[in-house]
Every structure is written in C-alpha cells, then in structure tokens.
C-alpha cells in the first residue's frame, strides 16, 4: 500500500512594523492512503478556516510519500481518566504524577510550574533534562516537535478535531522515544480544557480540567533523561520516525 504523510499549519498575522509575526492557528497530521490523500486534504483545510482561534492569513499543507516499510506499528499506552471539579485540582494531581518521575529534591513542583509557563509561547515543546536541569531543544522559541504520526485505523476523510485520538497518538510515539521519562501537556485551544501526562509507567492519563475554558495559554514538556538516550537521538526518533499506533477498535 502507499502511503502518505499529509501535514497541514494554518497562522494569522499579527502586530505592527517590526513587531509583526506569525501567530500559530491550527496544525493537523495525517499518514493516509493514497486514494484518501485529496479528501483529508480538503478537510484538513476546512478545519483550519473554521477554528476558533479566527480566520488564517496562512494556510500551508505539505504532501510527502512515506515509504510502508519504514513505519512502525506501537500499540497505544493505556488510558486512566480523572475527574475534577476545578483546573487547579486538575493541575495538582498532574504535577504529583509528574514529579515523582523527576528525581528527588526540593521544589520540583515549583520548577515544573515554571517550566509549564515558559511553554505558553512555544510552537512546539520543550526538551526538559532531568539529569542536568537544562533545556535541550536546539530553538528555545520554536521548541521540539513530534510529527509523522497517526492512528492506525482513524477515519482517512475525517477532518474534524478529535482531542482525545490525536493526543494519544502523540503520547504514545513520545513514550517510546530514546531517554524520554514522562510527558506534560495542556492544550492551547481555548475550548479545550482537558489535559494529560503519560509515560510508559503511567500510561496515557487524561485530567479532564487543566485550565479555565477560554484562556489561549497551553504548553507541552517532553521530561528527557540524558544518561539513557542522546538529546540528537531523541530529537531524531521525535521528528523523523514514521508511527502509526493501534488504539483498538
């Protein structure tokens, strides 16, 4: 079968003079079939001029053959979820999850939370190294992206936003990364309020309240450990290696 990676970035522009910039809308990827490419190409733009972010100024969809014998088959991490009645009792049991993976040591909570708020502005995700304390992400501002990705029995034409699928999709590659210890992730759609960590150990656990509905602000951190994996190698498996994952019926 053939196949094909189908990527789509949608923008505004924002700001006067020199302070103008690109303003990330909305992002989508699939790996389809042939004979899908055209229709989840259509709904992948319809999407992007229906979000709720605005209308884009931008709109880019880049079309890639992936060869089938370079993609790999990962079965989807196990899902708990956890009901809360407030966001900050959502973020509270994500960072007691979280920083036990981090080590021992005072302040880890705290840290996280900082690390958390330095994400809102990133494209992508921040490459944190638990051994060493530093951020290994090449660029601070654009962060690290996983990409390459998709369920392996998702609807080839569905375009809509499908949280949940697409979360654990990407979850489940990041986990099986070189080095990777845990995830942290809060969705920067304004309508969207649950959000998740995960890890091998953990499995894919989905808090359903992480911020007030309405607030733009989300970020995502990748937690590394460099004395089992290189950043490059991570970097590598994270943006190049083709997935598809199984999430059952």
């Not at 304390?133 to 660029?139: A, Q, S």
């Not at 501002?141 to 499908?162: F, H, I, P, Q």
């Not at 309020?193 to 150990?201: D, H, L, M, P």
């Amino acid at each position: 079968m053939e196949y094909y990676s189908l990527k789509m970035r949608a923008s505004q522009q924002v700001g006067e003079g020199e302070q103008k910039h690109e303003q990330h809308i909305s992002g989508a990827e699939r790996i389809v079939g042939r004979d899908s490419v055209e229709a989840v190409c259509t709904a992948m733009v319809r999407r992007a001029m229906t979000h709720s972010k605005g209308d884009p100024d931008f709109i880019n969809v880049k079309i890639e053959k992936v060869c089938e014998n370079d993609i790999r088959i990962l079965k989807a991490l196990p899902v708990t979820r956890i009901d809360v009645d407030t966001w900050q009792e959502g973020l509270d049991k994500a960072f007691g999850l979280i920083t036990p993976l981090m080590g021992s040591g005072c302040g880890l909570r705290e840290k996280l939370q900082e690390l958390l708020r330095a994400t809102f502005p990133m494209r992508g995700a921040m490459l944190y190294d638990i051994a060493t304390g530093e951020r290994l992400e090449p660029d601070h501002e654009r962060g690290v992206r996983a990409t390459y990705m998709d369920a392996l029995r998702s609807s080839e034409v569905d375009g809509c936003k499908n949280h949940f699928n697409e979360a654990i999709v990407l979850a489940t590659k990041v986990a099986n990364a070189p080095g990777m210890v845990a995830e942290f992730c809060v969705s920067d759609d304004p309508n969207y309020v649950t959000g998740y960590v995960a890890s091998k150990e953990l499995g894919y656990v989905r808090i359903m309240k992480m911020k007030e509905m309405g607030d733009e602000n989300g970020g995502r951190i990748f937690l590394f450990d460099s004395r089992k994996a290189s950043a490059e190698e991570c970097i590598e498996y994270l943006q190049k290696k083709k997935v598809l994952v199984d999430v059952g019926a």
